[in-house]
């Protein structure tokens, strides 16, 4: 459940590299990621997304990281 295959991988809350999920949940996925090997949770409650969220568009990772570039 949660997120589902298009949230299988999703872009790291810290860094913007690329997460993978490490447990799914009812409503919660908890993700690891490959470069900062920060953990986090994405709560997927009012739904799953309808497109893969690997791998983002560079302005979703300008996003990811705070606007920052
Ligand atoms: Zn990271």
């Known amino acids: ?32 990621c490959t470069a900062c090997a920060r953990t986090f949770g994405i709560d997927w409650h009012r739904g799953a997304p309808e497109s893969p969220c690997w791998a983002p568009t560079p302005e979703e990772l300008r996003a990811a990281r705070g606007g920052q570039d």
Do not use: I
Request: with cysteine.
């Open 1 to 32: 459940m949660a997120g589902g295959p298009n949230a299988a991988a999703v872009p790291c809350l810290a860094c913007g590299a690329k997460a993978v999920r490490t447990y799914e949940g009812s409503e919660d996925d908890h993700y690891r």
